[in-house]
Nanobody
Framework: QVQLVESGGGLVQAGDSLTLLCAASGDRLSKYNMAWFRQAPGRERESVAAITWKIGRTQYADSLKGRFTISRDNAKNMVYPQMNSLKSEDTALYYC??????????????????WGQGTQVTVSS
């Protein structure tokens, strides 16, 4: 079983960039497909990006393509989304999640077995 801890969130200005971190313990992240999701107050949880464990295939939410990049470092047991040109609508609690059984990158939260507690990103305009 893997435990996930997100960090790197904070208060930033619109147009800034931010890189979040997801650190794992209890197991090697190299066994898992990983993804990031986010949830703003009063809104449904939405997908951000996903990356497979083996060859690092990625998938992005259509609305975020070109601004967000997900990468992973299996040696460091970490996953990183790089977020550029942040907008006020990017304000949300960002979660990382791990999928033990997937083959392709998935943006469906129901495919993920383990979740972190989230890190808050607030973008001021």
């Amino acid at each position: 079983q893997v435990q996930l801890v997100e960090s790197g969130g904070g208060l930033v200005q619109a147009g800034d960039s931010l890189t979040l971190l997801c650190a794992a313990s209890g197991d090697r992240l190299s066994k898992y497909n990983m993804a990031w999701f986010r949830q703003a107050p009063g809104r449904e949880r939405e997908s951000v990006a996903a990356i497979t464990w083996k060859i690092g295939r990625t998938q992005y939410a259509d609305s975020l393509k070109g601004r967000f990049t997900i990468s992973r470092d299996n040696a460091k047991n970490m996953v990183y989304p790089q977020m550029n040109s942040l907008k006020s609508e990017d304000t949300a609690l960002y979660y990382c999640a791990a999928d033990r059984h997937g083959v392709a990158p998935s943006l469906l939260p129901e495919d993920y077995d383990y979740w972190g507690q989230g890190t808050q990103v607030t973008v001021s305009s």
